[in-house]
């Protein structure tokens, strides 16, 4: 009789780096994460906020209309590194994370980056041309006089899937990518619970950033929401006699940082009629670049 073939054992795409029992797990010296975090810093500093500065700053001559300009460049950029960071992150979390779900979440991420990578491309083209981004889409001179008329709804939705749709798709996955891997940032000794001078030093831009993010994208009840779960999470874990390591010290203090950022920059431009027109509700968090265009933009 023939001895039957034994399929060859397939090695899965991607294998976080600590796998074992959560015992071995906690047991490990957790070390943070200095070349990860500060590659996120730079980056959506380079990339995500700088990519509008130098829109402005670069002459619009050496990039036409109807081709990407330099802010095209930084979101590809960005749409590419960020997921492998995501995920060299996912990598060195000490905890087994579902890997399915992981992802799912960067698929996804890459997509809606996508939408709104062309999204935002041709709004800044719309700046160029007299847009103004305190205004909602029909209420804006430049569109007052388009014909035919029905045009203004493809401008409709192209708001949609720039402002809605595409944040949503980026940042909820973002998001939760950073809540599983700070599932994983706990450990039993209280004397690994401290952050060094380095964490220190980028807590800073970080939360900076996140304050950035949340006002520019407009996800604050998607931000306060990661923000309450990982407080329960930090909870949960001291029940257990468990503590946050390094990492998940300086993402938890990264996040409070911003929610305080956030509210002072709502109690500036609190009384601001105009931008409470555009943003009316209870959840008024005004855009960094719709203030910008209203107040401090110079219209020719």
Request: charged share 15%.
């Amino acid at each position: 009789m023939r001895k039957r073939q034994q399929s060859p054992v397939q090695t899965p795409l991607f294998v976080p780096r600590n796998v074992g029992n959560e015992s071995e797990v906690l047991d490990k010296k957790p070390q943070f994460h200095l070349d990860l975090w500060f590659y996120f810093t730079v980056q959506n500093w380079i990339l995500d906020f700088g990519r509008p500065i130098a829109m402005i700053v670069l002459p619009v001559e050496w990039f036409p209309l109807s081709k990407p300009s330099v802010g095209d460049y930084f979101h590809m950029a960005y749409n590419i590194i960020t997921p492998f960071l995501l995920l060299k992150l996912i990598e060195r979390s000490p905890k087994t994370l579902p890997i399915s779900a992981v992802y799912i979440c960067i698929i996804t991420f890459v997509m809606g980056a996508s939408i709104h990578l062309v999204g935002d491309s041709v709004n800044h083209r719309l700046i160029l041309s007299g847009y103004q981004l305190h205004l909602s889409v029909r209420e804006n001179p430049i569109m007052k006089d388009l014909k035919p008329e029905t045009l203004i709804d493809s401008f409709e939705l192209l708001y949609y899937y720039d402002e809605s749709l595409g944040h949503l798709m980026w940042y909820v996955p973002f998001f939760i990518i950073f809540s599983l891997y700070f599932t994983g940032c706990f450990t039993r000794c209280s004397r690994d619970s401290r952050m060094p001078l380095s964490a220190w030093l980028l807590l800073g831009p970080s939360s900076l950033y996140y304050w950035y993010l949340v006002t520019e994208g407009q996800i604050f009840v998607l931000y306060i929401f990661t923000t309450f779960a990982m407080m329960a999470t930090v909870m949960h874990k001291k029940r257990k006699g468990l503590v946050m390591d390094s990492n998940g010290l300086f993402l938890f203090y990264s996040f409070c940082i911003a929610l305080v950022l956030i509210s002072a920059w709502v109690a500036f431009l609190w009384n601001d009629k105009i931008l409470r027109k555009k943003y009316p509700g209870v959840m008024y968090v005004p855009e960094p670049w719709a203030y910008y265009t209203l107040h401090i933009k110079k219209t020719p």
